[in-house]
Antibody, heavy 128, light 111 residues
Framework: QLQLQESGPGLVKPSETLSLVCSVSGDSIGSGRYYWGWIRQSPGRGLQWIGSIYFRGNTFYNPSLKSRLTISIDTSNNQFFLKLTSVTAADTAVYFC????????????????????WGRGTLVTVST | QSALTQPPSVSGSPGQSVSISCTGTSSDVGDYDRVSWYQQSPGTAPKLVIYDVSNRPSGVPDRFSGSKSGSTASLTISGLRAEDEADYYCSSYTRSTAFFLFGTGTKVTVL
C-alpha cells in the first residue's frame, strides 16, 4: 500500500525558508508513471496546487509561487522536497504531498491527472 | 485563470441527488478530459472520488458520478447519505502556464 509522509519544521520565521520532505513507501518514485506534487491549504481556505515533479527532475510550478519555489527529488531515497523562500504569514498552511498519474514527453512537456494518493499533511506556521 | 469556479455550497436531504459544477475555460476543462474530484472531511487529506471526468477509483461507491459539457464539469452524488457531508474540490490540467488548477471548493450539507 502506497504511503506518503510529510516532515519538516512546524514553525518558520518570516523571511526565512520553508523546507519540507515527502517520504514515499510502497512504490518507487522512479517508476516513471507518476508525477509527485505539493499542495497546500491555508486555514479555512481551499486547496492550492504548489507544483509537481517528474522522477527525472522536470518541474512544473504554480506561477504565483515560482519565483520563491524549488521542488527536487531523490529517487535513491524515495523522497521529494519542497523549498519556499522568503515566507510570510500568507504561507501559513497545511502542506500535503501527493502522487498523480501522468505522462512526460521527451520535449519537456507533459501532464498529469488528479492526485490519487495523499499524505496526511503537515501544518506549517509562519510567525516570529 | 487561478482557479476553477465552483458554487460555495449545495445541500440536499438523505436519499436525494445533488450536483456540483466546476467551470473552467477552453484551456482546461473545455479541452481536456483530465478533470478530477476530491472529497475532504474536516482535518483530513482530500480523497480522490472521480478522475478523468467520469472514472471512479476502486472503493468509491457508484453513487458518485462525473460528467462534462463544454467547459463545465459536474459531480453528482445520488442517494445522498450523512457521510457524504464534506467539502468537494475539482481539479484539471491546463495548457496555460498554470499547468494544474483546483476548484474553489463546495461544501455539501446533508439536511
Amino acid at each position: 500500500q502506497l504511503q506518503l509522509q510529510e516532515s519538516g519544521p512546524g514553525l518558520v520565521k518570516p523571511s526565512e525558508t520553508l523546507s519540507l520532505v515527502c517520504s514515499v513507501s510502497g512504490d518507487s518514485i522512479g517508476s516513471g508513471r507518476y508525477y509527485w506534487g505539493w499542495i497546500r491549504q491555508s486555514p479555512g481556505r481551499g486547496l492550492q496546487w504548489i507544483g509537481s515533479i517528474y522522477f527525472r527532475g522536470n518541474t512544473f510550478y504554480n506561477p504565483s509561487l515560482k519565483s520563491r519555489l524549488t521542488i527536487s527529488i531523490d529517487t535513491s531515497n524515495n523522497q521529494f522536497f519542497l523549498k519556499l523562500t522568503s515566507v510570510t504569514a500568507a504561507d501559513t498552511a497545511v502542506y500535503f504531498c501527493a502522487r498523480a498519474p501522468g505522462i512526460f514527453y521527451s520535449d519537456g512537456s507533459g501532464y498529469h491527472t488528479g492526485f490519487d494518493y495523499w499524505g496526511r499533511g503537515t501544518l506549517v506556521t509562519v510567525s516570529t | 485563470q487561478s482557479a476553477l469556479t465552483q458554487p460555495p455550497s449545495v445541500s440536499g436531504s438523505p436519499g436525494q441527488s445533488v450536483s456540483i459544477s466546476c467551470t473552467g475555460t477552453s484551456s482546461d476543462v473545455g479541452d481536456y478530459d483530465r478533470v478530477s474530484w476530491y472529497q475532504q472531511s474536516p482535518g483530513t487529506a482530500p480523497k480522490l472520488v472521480i478522475y478523468d471526468v467520469s472514472n471512479r477509483p476502486s472503493g468509491v461507491p457508484d453513487r458518485f458520478s462525473g460528467s462534462k459539457s463544454g467547459s463545465t464539469a459536474s459531480l453528482t452524488i445520488s442517494g445522498l447519505r450523512a457521510e457524504d457531508e464534506a467539502d468537494y474540490y475539482c481539479s484539471s490540467y491546463t495548457r496555460s502556464t498554470a499547468f494544474f488548477l483546483f476548484g474553489t471548493g463546495t461544501k455539501v450539507t446533508v439536511l
